[in-house]
Each structure stands twice: as structure tokens, then as C-alpha cells.
């Protein structure tokens, strides 16, 4: 007896498929590929928008569910893969294939901001995505210290060759100065520094390129925003209300240079110092709060070796904090970055 199921088909139940975060079909949105009918037999390829996509369980259960529905169906097999969308103004504005950039910023000082830059960075890379660092704290760069690399390679054809490690490039005025050397320079000079750090590095293919700010609303903040388009910025603070009040003023900053906010982090959460206040900060200006990072000597130990918790203690309270807070910002960012080509996906803004 002849299959009555083919290709058209399978599209129309594949049709029925809606990803979670997206909250379109996977059929509209171009996630399903190589689409093979043998018989009765069914194969064909989902292509996530991220490789750290948190709903992949959830996309595979309704995928096989609306295909199980076909009349006379065979065997079913779903092959996988993941192409991040691109913000397109990114590579045009800066000549590289960086898919996305991620902002990672903090109202104050000490709330350990290079902390959640590194250990995102490299836990976006262990879910398989092309990742690098920017350090654009130029004034006090902590990058490599924390990434456990102080050299970057020679360079090669007039452009500097980014340091690698953990499966993450990143690059950093630490690798041009001497330790002890203190750079005091005005507006101007940080503008040259942070266009000549994005520009001049070779950064090759990265889905995500993650720019470590200073602390605080400065020149770096706006000479960056005037580099690059940002896909997002992530917000981090403590668990106290004096940190989310400096981490108010840093969202706001976002909300004047239109960046969207791709939500908040509460770090160091614990009972030395309380928890909660970055959740209600969250709440109460309308933003997605992505998680809290318990407070834990592993994480200062890490960065002070060179072996962040995620590397030396991926099983640690922290590590695991941290594997599950990349998904959540990958998949906020394919939002992002998709509004950004102006589809029609909703997304919730400040202000």
C-alpha cells in the first residue's frame, strides 16, 4: 500500500509546532530543514536559534507528538542543529561576522560583573556557540586575569589575534599595558581605545560577543553604544537595595541609548547579604530577571586562578547557577536579535 504521507504533509503538521520563547511555528520561523519521507518513515532537521536553547525538550515532545498524529506514520527521527540569527547591524558597523552583542554592565563597582561575563561566556561555549570577550573596562581591566590567560598571540595581517581559552576568544587593554601602569585618560582617548578593540581583532565567527563594561553610566557606556549596536545589556547587582538602586540608574542609562534589556542577574545571593532586591528591581521596571548567583568562595577562588566555577566546579551550586543562566540569556537575545530584523515577535521593553 502506498504511503500517503510526504513532504507538504509533514510541513503542515510541523506547521502546528510553536516554539516556546518565540511563539511562532517552526515552520514560518524556518527552523525545520532536509525534510526526508522514505516510505513511511520520516526524517527531517530542527535548527534551534541557539545551541544553549532551553526549550529544546519541550520542542522535541510537540514535534514528535504532531508527527505521531500522521496516519500510517513509521519510524520518526529528528535531527538537530542551531544557527543563531544575526543582528545584522552589528557586522555592518564593525566589518566582522559577530552574530549578537551582549552588554554585561553594573550600576556600582564589586558586584561582580567580570564574574558573570566570564563564567557566561564560557557557559554559552560549553552549550557549542561561538563566544568571545570584549574587556572594555579600559581603566581596570580584569578579563584575562579571571579567563587565565595575561598574553594575547602575535599579531598577524595588521590585526590583533585574540587570546583563547575555555573555548572563548576575548581581547583586553590588559594585554597592551604593563600591570602597574595606570592609564588616566579622558573621553576621547577611551572612545579611540574601545573602537580600536572592536575593529582592529581578528575576531573571526561569533554568535555572541560579550563586552565587559566598567561599573557605572560613563564615557565607556556611551563610546560603545556609538561603536556598536548593542542586541541587549544585561544588568547585574547584589541582593541589597543599595545595589539595585545603582543598578536602577545603570538600566535606565540603557533605556535613554535604546538598548534593550535582556534582564536581570542578582549575584552574590546569600544570607551574608540578604536576597531578593534584584528580582524586585526586575518586577518593578517590567524586565526579566534571569536568576540569582549564590554567594560562594569557589567563585572568587576561580577568578582569582585563572579557573572559573563553571571550569573547576561545574557541579557547585554557583557552576550550576550559571549553566542554567545561559540558556535564558540565549534565548532572550534570539528574541532580541529577531525583533531586531523586524519580524513580528513581541518582546517586552523598559520603560
Request: glycine residues 8%.
Amino acid at each position: 500500500m502506498q504511503s500517503i504521507i510526504d513532504e507538504e504533509i509533514v510541513r503542515q503538521a510541523m506547521a502546528t509546532v510553536i516554539d516556546p520563547e518565540l511563539h511562532r511555528d517552526l515552520i514560518s520561523l524556518k527552523m525545520v530543514r532536509n525534510i526526508l519521507v522514505r516510505g513511511d518513515d520520516i526524517t527531517l532537521t530542527i535548527v534551534l536559534t541557539t545551541p544553549a536553547c532551553p526549550y529544546r525538550t519541550k520542542i522535541e515532545e510537540d514535534a514528535r507528538a504532531a508527527l505521531e498524529s500522521l496516519q500510517g506514520v513509521g519510524d520518526i527521527t529528528i535531527n538537530w542543529d542551531a544557527n543563531v540569527p544575526e543582528d545584522h547591524r552589528i557586522s555592518q558597523k564593525i566589518g566582522h561576522n559577530v552574530r549578537t552583542s551582549i552588554a554585561v554592565s553594573s550600576g556600582k563597582g564589586g558586584v561582580g560583573k567580570t564574574t558573570v561575563a566570564v563564567n557566561l561566556a564560557i557557559s554559552l561555549a560549553r552549550f557549542g556557540a561561538r563566544v568571545g570577550i570584549l574587556d572594555a573596562d579600559i581603566l581596570g581591566p580584569n578579563v584575562p586575569m579571571m579567563m587565565g590567560k595575561l598574553q594575547m598571540p602575535p599579531p598577524q595581517n595588521r590585526k590583533m589575534i585574540p587570546a583563547e581559552n575555555y573555548g572563548v576568544k576575548f581581547i583586553s587593554m590588559a594585554f597592551l599595558t604593563k600591570p602597574d601602569q595606570p592609564l588616566v585618560w579622558r573621553g576621547p582617548m577611551l572612545h579611540t581605545a574601545i573602537k580600536q578593540l572592536l575593529t582592529d581583532v581578528a575576531w573571526g565567527d561569533l554568535d555572541y560577543l560579550i563586552i565587559d563594561l566598567p561599573p557605572g553610566t560613563g564615557d565607556v557606556q556611551l563610546s560603545l553604544a556609538q561603536a556598536i549596536p548593542l542586541t541587549g545589556a544585561i544588568v547585574v547587582t547584589q541582593p541589597m537595595q543599595v545595589a539595585a538602586a545603582d543598578a536602577l540608574r545603570g538600566l535606565k542609562m540603557f533605556e535613554k541609548l535604546e538598548v534593550p534589556i535582556i534582564g536581570i542577574i542578582e549575584n552574590m545571593t546569600g544570607d551574608f547579604f540578604g536576597t531578593g532586591a534584584g528580582e524586585q528591581l526586575a518586577t518593578d521596571q517590567g524586565a526579566d530577571f534571569l536568576g540569582s548567583i549564590p554567594l560562594d568562595a569557589l567563585v572568587r577562588q576561580g577568578g582569582d586562578s585563572g579557573e572559573p566555577v563553571v571550569v573547576v566546579a561545574p557541579e557547585s551550586p554557583a557552576g550550576k547557577a550559571f549553566e542554567k543562566l545561559a540558556p535564558a540569556v540565549a534565548a532572550r537575545v534570539s528574541v532580541l536579535t529577531l525583533t531586531n530584523q523586524q519580524t513580528m515577535i513581541p518582546i517586552r521593553m523598559i520603560g
